[in-house]
């Protein structure tokens, strides 16, 4: 008998068990001073530099970093919640250097990345279903918002589960565990614990495909919201359900893998990176390897239905990035530009920060730092974080093309096993 595995980490909630946590009267964060300059709740700064700060902020202030990523002349990315980091012994300088220092990945050798499994990559594409996306999207737009405190955000990463509970239940595969990573209390692991201080009752959801102990490839999206009437369709409703359609796929496929495959969808993105920060703990106290990482935080948005594909080229890896204009060239078929989001602008970031190779494929271009060039189009959502992220503002077809995408990114990178 074929047996689903369920591994819920410690103290995780459960889809039917939901505890009210209280968040922390105050925050540290790592931010760039073009978003800290005009903060107006109560700071403290520990360290900084020219162009970075180390902050301790209260509710105040961090809504005003939250606001301040997609608001004002000066976007210039966004910034890293450091609560469950910061320890008061630690000096503060060296606490932000390590924060800010040019990232170089160290998790892995040098990757020989190479196009060699082009015919199942086309079988795995003919099965997507784009209207599969356009549904699950609009039962995502249902929920009040998705904010990781707010019981509506549970109920949405509940959700999450239950559709590929229900997957792999109908394809009898037994190599698919399900694991949520909670945003408070402690993880242990073989490689020792961690411990968390945050209280987001969201939890972040990882699916791995596969039983191999080998380093895996991750493949990712936020589910959360802001708080309110936030119904998050671009933000990052529009990745989440690509993300959602490639595990339909890759489950119903019954393809076997060399590498395994992690399918995440993050808690607390909006809140400064939480959810991909203790998820990537969780994954460095077990010692699971990770080998490439690909985040898609928002997919839907295409101006004049534009079909261009836009890369990120700050805070990612260069050699990684460039494969995935390969893997766009060979399959998806698009134009490829490249674009600049700034520091910690998702959860991207985070795998790039602590060594780990990674990319990011964003559905248009990202505003630039300073102020606006006369005339200049901008080719980015400026609904996103306001009620009106809705749906009729979105391309499925450019949905989908992001969708191939991630077909080829996790067919080329795990491998399959002829």
């Not at 039917?16 to 946590?21: A, D, N």
């Not at 993050?266 to 010692?287: D, H």
Request: glycine fraction near 6%; charged fraction near 15%; hydrophobic fraction near 40%.
């Amino acid at each position: 008998m074929k047996n689903r595995i369920l591994f819920i980490a410690t103290l995780c909630l459960t889809s039917h068990i939901v505890t009210t946590y209280a968040l922390p009267a105050n925050y540290t964060v790592v931010a760039p001073q073009c978003l800290t300059k005009n903060l107006s709740g109560v700071n403290h700064t520990l360290a900084s530099t020219s162009k970075f700060s180390l902050l301790q902020v209260n509710r105040q202030g961090l809504n005003q970093l939250i606001a301040a990523k997609h608001q004002g002349e000066n976007a210039c990315g966004g910034f890293f919640n450091v609560t469950a980091d910061w320890h008061e012994q630690t000096a503060p300088k060296v606490f932000l250097e390590k924060f800010i220092a040019p990232p170089v990945a160290t998790n892995s050798h040098k990757a020989a990345y190479a196009i060699n499994y082009s015919d199942q990559v086309k079988q795995l594409m003919g099965q997507l279903n784009p209207d599969n996306m356009w549904a699950s999207l609009t039962t995502l737009t249902n929920f009040h918002d998705r904010y990781s405190n707010s019981d509506n955000g549970v109920a949405a990463s509940n959700w999450l589960k239950d559709q590929v509970d229900a997957m792999v239940k109908s394809s009898g595969r037994n190599d698919v565990s399900i694991r949520f990573i909670p945003t408070r209390s402690i993880i242990a692991g073989r490689a020792g614990s961690f411990n968390t201080s945050a209280t987001y009752k969201q939890s972040s959801l990882v699916v791995k495909i596969g039983n191999s102990n080998a380093s895996g490839i991750v493949i990712g999206a936020h589910m959360d919201t802001l708080n309110g009437q936030m119904p998050g369709a671009d933000d990052d409703g529009s990745g989440t359900v690509t993300v959602l359609e490639l595990a339909k796929i890759l489950i119903n496929s019954n393809m076997q893998f060399k590498k395994p495959i992690y399918l995440i969808w993050y808690s607390a993105e909006e809140e400064g990176l939480i959810g991909s920060g203790y998820t990537e703990k969780y994954f460095k106290s077990l010692q699971m390897g990770v080998d490439a990482v690909i985040q898609f935080d928002m997919t839907g948005f295409s101006y004049q239905n534009d079909p261009t594909i836009w890369l990120m080229k700050d805070y990612t890896d260069p050699e990684l990035t460039a494969f995935l204009e390969t893997l766009i060239n060979t399959y998806v078929k698009r134009p490829v530009k490249y674009t600049a989001c700034g520091y910690a602008c998702s959860d991207h970031a985070t795998w790039t920060q602590q060594g780990y190779k990674a990319a990011i494929a964003y559905e248009g271009e990202m505003k630039p730092p300073g102020h606006p060039v006369p005339g200049q189009i901008i080719k980015d959502n400026t609904y996103i974080h306001t009620t009106m992220d809705t749906m009729e503002k979105l391309s499925l077809t450019h949905m989908t093309d992001y969708a191939k995408l991630g077909i080829a990114f996790a067919v080329e990178l795990a491998g399959p096993i002829a």
